[in-house]
C-alpha cells in the first residue's frame, strides 16, 4: 500500500510539473514551450521567453544579474523571420537604444536615447553590424548636434557640426576615416 501511495505521489508530482510547460524539451531535445531561466544558484531571473522547436518566438525578456525589477533587454521575434526587434534598457528601466539585429549583428536603423529627457540622442544606419549611412546626433532640446556619413564602419562623405541653436559650425570631409583637407 505504501509503494502504491508513493507511486501515485511520485506519478501526479511528474504529471503537473508536465503540465505547467515551463523548460521543456521536444522529441529532438530542442527548447519548446515557455522558457524561464534563472542565475545559477540564485532565484533571480536570467530571461524568459517561448520557444518553438529550438527557435525564439515572440517576447524574450533578459535581467542583469542583481537587478531584477526591470528587463536590461527586451528583443521580439517574429516567426519566419531572421530578424529580431531589441530594445535596451537602464536598470531602472527607461530605454537606453533600439533598433535590429540578423544573426546577433545590428542592421537597419538604431536609435540611442538622452537617459534625462528620453528623446532621440542619436540615430544610426547598420549594415552588417558596421555603420553605414547617415549618423545624426542631437542636443537635449532635439535641434541637430552633428550629421556625419558612414561606409564600412568609418566616417566616409561629409560632416556637419551645429551649435545647439542650429548654426553650422564646421562642415569636414572625410574619405575611409581619414579628415580630407579643407
Known amino acids: 500500500m505504501k509503494l502504491t501511495s508513493l507511486l501515485f505521489f511520485l506519478l501526479l508530482a511528474l504529471n503537473l510539473s508536465a503540465q505547467d510547460g515551463i523548460n521543456q524539451f521536444d522529441s529532438e531535445d530542442r527548447r519548446h514551450g515557455k522558457w524561464a531561466v534563472n542565475f545559477e544558484g540564485t532565484s533571480q531571473l ?90 545624426k546626433t542631437f542636443f537635449k532640446n532635439g535641434e541637430l548636434a552633428e550629421k556625419t556619413e558612414y561606409q564600412n564602419d568609418k566616417k566616409h562623405g561629409e560632416s556637419l557640426i551645429y551649435s545647439e541653436e542650429g548654426n553650422l559650425l564646421q562642415k569636414l570631409n572625410f574619405e575611409n576615416g581619414e579628415l580630407m583637407n579643407q
Do not use: C
Not at 80 to 98: A, C, L, N, R
Open 46 to 135: 536570467k530571461f524568459e521567453g517561448v520557444f518553438d522547436h529550438g527557435k525564439e518566438i515572440g517576447e524574450f525578456r533578459f535581467y542583469k544579474k542583481g537587478f531584477d525589477q526591470h528587463p536590461s533587454a527586451i528583443m521580439k521575434f517574429k516567426e519566419g523571420k531572421d530578424s529580431v526587434t531589441v530594445t535596451y534598457y537602464t536598470q531602472k528601466g527607461e530605454p537606453i537604444s533600439k533598433g535590429n539585429m540578423v544573426d546577433k549583428k545590428r542592421e537597419g536603423k538604431w536609435v540611442y536615447f538622452h537617459q534625462t529627457s528620453k528623446d532621440t540622442m542619436m540615430i544610426e544606419e547598420y549594415k552588417n553590424n558596421q555603420l553605414n549611412g547617415l549618423q
